[in-house]
């Protein structure tokens, strides 16, 4: 990576880069952006969300109806990064290796063989995960978390890019298995991608006809390789946060674990995620330091994820916290203050 060239002072103690680095980084978000979005249609909102939780190197989880682009979504990003795309349909009958992989003996050497599962892939897609039995989605704790698997007292180590894009429909709840608590802080986030708008059902009959059924992965070409993925992951993880910034994610931290209709508030992991996430927001935004903006912003989509409580609806939960803790502000002599939203 370049060294950034401080060419203007920014209120939250950033600068903004322009060296020819930054503009390689820039770039290649503008081409995985542009990719994406010609997949998924009218959803330039989910592709940024998608985007942020890629470059966080974080975790996905879609709640949402069947029919609505989420495998065409996973396996455009597994081909827009030029990375390998695996697929499992989860269901009660999933063994833990049917996703781990296993070993078995050849009788030719008189040794055991280790045949790799789906999770040695750089996008890995659980559809339906719900309907996995909880032995099996622990099978993926091990994964997420560390990027490793242990089998036989082995471990193996998994793609330093590797990504997982879980799916579980809101509406049917017969022979599935609600995820623990401890696996959904797994994810960064979660997203419901919903129903296009009528212009953006227009565009994606227009561009399908004469297309064959595999038309999604044939127009979507890479666009950068897993090496590169993994340098802008690297730059948006050094994207720095200045000190009230993060007093603000602590605070609304603390006031997610306080509010009176929430059991479970935000885990330490979980802000840590929560920070990671608004970095590469930023870095979207063509920043190189995070703002309350940023935070904000991702904020619905990271804690949806992890509140529990006695309540229908965690948008509303979130909307609360947010509006109750202030927003760190500079005055104009330059010292640090705060106001309330």
């Known amino acids: 990576m370049g060294v950034l060239t401080v060419t203007e002072p920014t209120l939250f103690g950033g600068t903004l880069a322009h060296d020819d680095s930054a503009c390689g980084y820039q770039t290649a ?12 249609i009218g959803k330039s909102d989910v592709v940024e969300m998608v985007l942020a939780c890629l470059l966080a190197r974080g975790h996905l989880l879609f709640d949402d109806l069947p029919g609505l682009g989420k495998t065409t979504l996973a396996k455009a990003v597994a081909h827009s990064v030029g990375g390998e795309f695996a697929r499992v349909q989860c269901t009660p009958d999933l063994l833990p290796s049917d996703i781990t992989g296993f070993n078995v003996f050849n009788q030719k050497t008189r040794e055991f063989e280790f ?6 892939s750089d996008v890995l897609l659980a559809d339906e995960i719900n309907r ?4 099996t989605q622990s099978a993926l704790f091990e994964a997420m978390a560390e990027r490793q698997v242990t089998i036989d007292r082995h471990t193996y180590r998994l793609s330093d890019s590797f990504f997982v894009i879980a799916t579980q429909n809101p509406v049917e709840s017969h022979g599935a ?3 623990p608590e401890a696996q959904l802080d797994r994810f960064a986030m979660k997203l419901r991608i919903g129903y296009p708008d009528a212009a953006g059902e227009l565009q ?5 006809v004469g297309a064959d059924s595999d038309a999604g992965r044939q127009r ?6 897993p ?14 946060v200045r000190r009230l910034v993060q007093e603000y994610l602590v605070a609304l931290a603390r006031a997610t674990r306080e509010h009176r209709e929430v059991t479970l508030g935000l885990s330490p992991r979980g802000l840590l995620t929560w920070q990671r996430v608004a970095q590469a927001r930023a870095h979207l935004q063509g ?10 912003h991702v904020a619905r989509p990271v804690l949806e994820v992890r509140l529990s409580g006695n309540f229908d609806g965690a948008a509303r939960i979130v909307e609360e916290i947010l509006a109750a803790v202030p927003v760190p502000v500079f005055d104009s002599e330059r010292k640090e203050t705060r106001r309330d939203r």
């Open 29 to 40: 978000i503008d081409r995985l952006r542009a990719s994406l979005n010609d997949v998924l």
């Open 115 to 120: 045949r790799e599962g789906p999770v040695f």
């Open 132 to 135: 996995a039995t909880p032995r």
């Open 177 to 179: 298995y609600p995820l």
């Open 204 to 208: 994606m009959l227009a561009a399908n």
């Open 220 to 225: 979507c070409e890479p666009v950068i390789d």
């Open 227 to 240: 090496a590169q993925l993994q340098q802008l992951q690297r730059h948006v993880s050094q994207v720095p």
């Open 287 to 296: 920043r190189d330091f995070v703002i309350p903006d940023d935070v904000q």
